[in-house]
């Protein structure tokens, strides 16, 4: 079996305007639609960013990949890193950290390739890396401080505004009847810290036995972020990137018995051993879209369970793929022992066969496959290709967005 030909698709879907420390999320967000054809005709599918250095990367490296064999990932990551040389980071400067390219564009076509390698032997993708540990895969909901959608032409709002303690515990009970979320997470660094602190304490009222976390992306200051931890540091499961950058997790993480961690401050197996050293997190993030694909995953939650640390999983805004593809590298990392994140019930669109993956009582069942066990809608992703042609938008830019509705918004991190 060998790749034949690398099909790209951008596509744009709409989003709702989720407010984060750095600004709110687009009217649409981007994701690339990956498809490796081969030539005993099967076709692996994946989904990656959309982004303009990501999509770049994917594109100056597709050429490499043909006659690739879909086993051979380790010549996948050869081909990629020379068609890369000095590639960069895929995000955007207003962004809290970099991702590389190469890191990126590796993972983009390894879980096609897995996908291929899963249906060639007729098999589940989890079953590639060792097999399923679990037959669901638990998710956090997902809570956002939100503003109302201006207008509905690129898709209905949800919600509505979302800006106070009271209306986010209003959005935490909806999402729970909804989807059975038995944990949550707050994407905070957006309000005062004192509401954010109310905020936790209405959602530990209503929800006694939840598992509580807040990342506010580095927004606070080490002594804001141990007042939040004198305030509510018991009731929350572990408290993720409170403060900016390694050395100032590591002087918090010095002074809080709460566990710390991050999606920000380790992205790259580089960044393991100095986090480990100085101890500056206790949980680290994986995300199969940049950790060296879902074989990165993996190996991540060995590092982690050497290092005594826990291994939870990150989310970005998604489709149906990437979601098939989380849930895969869930079921298989033997240590990972938290909910994972998932933006998907804020996507109201999915361009995968059947519609939108189920989540029953907080969980979503482990595709039964073969490879990740999705096939793409090919109607629904023409469409989806056809608006993003349409749209004047060709990267995530939540700092510009946010000064539609606040015209004169300063990025601050951290702000308090
Ligand atoms: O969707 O606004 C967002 C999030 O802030 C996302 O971009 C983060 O990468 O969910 C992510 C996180 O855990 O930091
Ligand atoms: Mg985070």
């Not at 770049?56 to 050869?78: C, Q, T, V, W």
């Not at 999606?263 to 500056?280: C, D, P, S, T, W």
């Amino acid at each position: 079996m060998k790749i034949q030909e690398v099909r790209l698709t951008p596509v744009a879907i709409p989003d709702v305007p989720l407010v984060n420390t750095k600004g709110v999320h687009q009217a649409v967000f981007l994701r690339t639609i990956i498809e490796l054809v081969t030539d005993v005709g099967l076709i692996g599918i994946g989904e990656s960013y959309g982004g303009a250095r990501a999509l770049n990367g994917m594109r100056k490296a597709a050429e490499s990949l043909i006659g690739l064999d879909p086993f051979h990932l380790n010549e996948l990551r050869r081909r990629v890193e020379q068609a890369l040389p000095n590639a960069g980071g895929i995000n955007a400067p207003t962004m809290l950290t970099q991702h590389q390219v190469v890191d990126a564009v590796y993972s983009a076509f390894e879980i096609p390739l897995l996908d291929l390698q899963g249906k060639f032997l007729e098999r589940p993708l989890c079953d590639l890396l060792g097999g399923a540990v679990r037959d669901r895969v638990g998710f956090s909901g997902y809570l956002f401080y939100k503003f109302k959608k201006p207008n509905e032409y690129r898709g209905a709002d949800l919600f509505g505004e979302v800006m106070t303690p009271n209306a986010l515990l209003d959005e935490a009970k909806a999402l729970v009847d909804e989807y059975g979320f038995r944990s949550l997470k707050l994407k905070g660094g957006v309000l005062e810290p004192t509401l954010e602190i109310e905020t936790m304490q209405l959602l530990r009222d209503e929800f006694p036995d939840a598992p509580l976390r807040i990342d506010p992306m580095g927004a606070w200051r080490v002594p804001t972020a141990l007042t939040v931890c004198d305030a509510i540091g018991d009731i929350l499961e572990y408290l993720e990137d409170p403060v900016r950058g390694m050395d100032a997790m590591a002087e918090l993480a010095s002074q809080t018995h709460v566990p710390l961690a991050t999606n920000l401050v380790v992205v790259e197996f580089e960044h393991i051993v100095q986090a480990y050293r100085n101890g500056a997190v206790q949980i680290i993030l994986s995300d199969h879209h940049y950790w060296r694909g879902a074989t990165g995953s993996i190996r991540l939650g060995e590092f982690c369970r050497a290092g005594g640390m826990g291994i939870s999983m990150h989310s970005n805004t998604h489709l149906g793929i990437s979601l098939a593809a989380m849930v895969h590298v869930a079921a298989a990392t033997t240590n990972l022992t938290y909910d994972c994140d998932t933006h998907y019930p804020w996507t109201q669109n999915d361009i995968i066969k059947g519609g939108k993956l189920t989540i029953e009582n907080g969980s979503i069942e482990v595709p039964k496959g073969p490879g990740l066990g999705v096939e793409i809608d090919a109607d629904v992703l023409a469409e989806f290709h056809d608006f993003y042609v349409s749209q004047n938008l060709r990267d995530r830019e939540d700092t510009d967005e946010m000064r539609r509705y606040i015209p004169n918004y300063e990025r601050v991190v951290p702000r308090w």
